[in-house]
C-alpha cells in the first residue's frame, strides 16, 4: 500500500509512532528503535517506544499502557510486530492476546527470523493489517537495523564540517573552528543518537576531543567512541582514555600492535579489538563486523580528512551529513578529504534536505 490509501487519522498517529521511535534512537542496540500508538475511537489509548538495551519493545509498553482498551483497537507501529522467540516472547503474541482489531505498520523488517511472519500470524487470527504508510521514513528511522540484519555492519554516517570554500583545516593541520554553536549543539544531538562515534588516531592527537554528547541532561546518553589507532599511540592522558569510566572507548589497532600497551590500555578500562591492516592502515570493512558483532548499529563517523577519505573511498558511508560554514580559509587550507574532491562525498547520494544552523547549513544525503 502507499501513503495515499490511508486516511489522514492514519497518517498523523504513524507520524507520532515514528517520533516516539526516534526517542531511542543510539540506545536499543542492537534491537531497533521502533515506536507505537495504540488509538480506539479516535483517541489515544497507549505509546511506546523501545526501551534503552532493546527491552520491553515498543508494543509492549504500548499495549501496558491501553490495558484493556487495547481491545478491538489499532496499533500503529513503525516496524513489523517481532514473530519469534528471543529473550522476550513475540510481540505478535502480545497484540493478538491484547484484542488489537486492526494493525498499520510502516514496514516489514528485513530480519530472516521476522521477514513477514509477525505480519502473517495477525492475519491468521483475523487481525486486519495494512503495510506501507511513511515506509520510507521509517526505512531511514531503521537504518541500523537493516544494515545490520542484511549487511551484517553498521549503517555508517558520515559528518564532516568544511568552510565555505571547501577546507576542513588550516595549513599543517592546524585546527579552526568552521562552524558556529548552534552548528555544535546539533553534532552533540547527533551524537546521542548513534550507537559509536569514530574517529582516527590523528584527530585524537591534535584535538584531544572528548567525543561526548555535551547537552544539558544528555552525557550519559553518549556513544561509544572508537578510535582507529593501528600503532596504539593513544597517550593516557588525552580525554578519551582518561574519562573511560565515565564513557567507553574501543581502539582498534594492527595485529602486530604492542601487546604491552594492549595490556596498559585494558587495565584503564579501553577495549582493545585487532584488526588486519594494510599499508598501515586498518581493514575497514574489519572494523564494521566487528563492531556489528559487539551490537552497534548505528556509526557516526566523525573523523579527520584522512578517515573521511578512506570511508569514502570504500563505498562504506550510507548516509552524510555535511556542515557548511562561512569561513574562508584559502588555498593552503587543508582538503574536507585527503586525495579525493570534495565531490566525490556525495557522487551516487540523493539529497534528502537540509537544515539551517545560525550562520551555517546543514546538508543531509543518502545512499540511492
Keep these: 500500500m502507499t501513503d495515499t490509501d490511508f486516511t489522514a487519522e492514519d497518517l498523523r498517529f504513524m507520524r507520532l509512532a515514528l517520533d516516539l521511535g526516534r526517542r531511542g534512537l543510539g540506545h536499543t542496540a542492537p534491537n531497533p528503535a521502533v515506536g507505537a500508538v495504540i488509538v480506539k475511537d479516535g483517541v489515544i489509548v497507549g505509546r511506546g517506544w523501545t526501551q534503552d538495551g532493546g ?219 585487532r584488526v588486519p591492516e594494510t599499508d598501515g592502515r586498518l581493514d575497514l570493512d574489519a572494523v564494521l563486523k566487528t563492531l556489528n558483532g559487539e551490537g552497534i548499529t548505528r556509526l557516526m563517523v566523525e573523523g579527520g580528512p584522512t578517515v573521511a577519505a578512506s570511508f569514502v573511498a570504500a563505498g562504506l558511508v550510507d548516509e552524510v551529513a555535511l556542515l557548511r560554514g562561512l569561513t574562508q580559509i584559502g588555498a593552503n587550507g587543508i582538503d574536507a578529504l585527503e586525495g579525493l574532491p570534495l565531490g566525490k562525498l556525495t557522487e551516487g547520494m540523493t539529497p534528502l534536505g537540509s537544515e539551517t544552523l545560525g550562520v551555517d547549513t546543514l546538508e543531509w544525503y543518502g545512499r540511492t
Excluded at 110 to 124: D, I, K
Excluded at 136 to 156: C, D, L, M, S, Y
Excluded at 170 to 196: C, P, S, W, Y
Excluded at 244 to 272: M, N, Y
Design 55 to 273: 527491552r520491553p519493545h515498543a508494543e509492549v509498553e504500548a499495549l501496558k499502557r491501553a490495558k484493556r482498551a487495547a481491545n478491538g483497537a489499532t496499533l500503529y507501529v513503525t516496524l513489523e510486530p517481532c514473530s519469534h522467540q528471543g529473550q522476550t516472547p513475540p510481540c505478535a503474541d502480545a497484540v493478538i492476546k491484547a484484542g488489537i482489531a486492526r494493525v498499520v505498520s510502516a514496514m516489514e523488517d528485513p530480519n530472516p527470523e521476522v521477514a513477514g511472519q509477525g505480519h502473517a500470524r495477525l492475519r491468521e487470527k483475523k487481525i486486519t493489517v495494512d503495510v506501507g504508510l511513511l515506509g520510507e521514513e521509517a526505512r531511514r528511522a531503521h537504518a541500523g537495523h537493516i544494515a545490520r540484519v542484511t549487511q551484517h555492519r553498521p549503517r555508517v554516517l558520515l559528518k564532516l564540517a568544511v568552510s565555505a570554500d571547501g577546507k576542513a583545516g588550516l595549513a599543517h593541520r592546524k585546527t579552526v573552528q568552521i562552524t558556529g554553536e548552534e552548528a555544535r549543539e546539533r553534532v552533540f544531538m547527533l551524537r546521542a543518537q548513534n550507537d559509536a562515534i569514530l574517529v582516527g588516531i590523528g584527530t585524537v592527537l591534535a584535538d584531544n576531543p572528548q567525543l561526548t554528547s555535551r547537552l544539558p541532561g544528555m552525557m550519559e546518553r553518549s556513544p561509544v567512541r572508537v578510535v582507529l589507532d593501528a600503532q596504539l599511540r593513544t597517550p593516557l592522558s588525552l580525554s578519551v582514555i582518561s574519562t573511560v569510566r565515565d564513557c567507553p572507548t574501543w581502539l582498534f589497532c594492527g595485529e602486530k600492535a604492542s601487546e604491552v600497551a594492549q595490556d596498559i590500555l585494558e587495565q584503564k578500562g579501553v577495549r582493545v579489538f
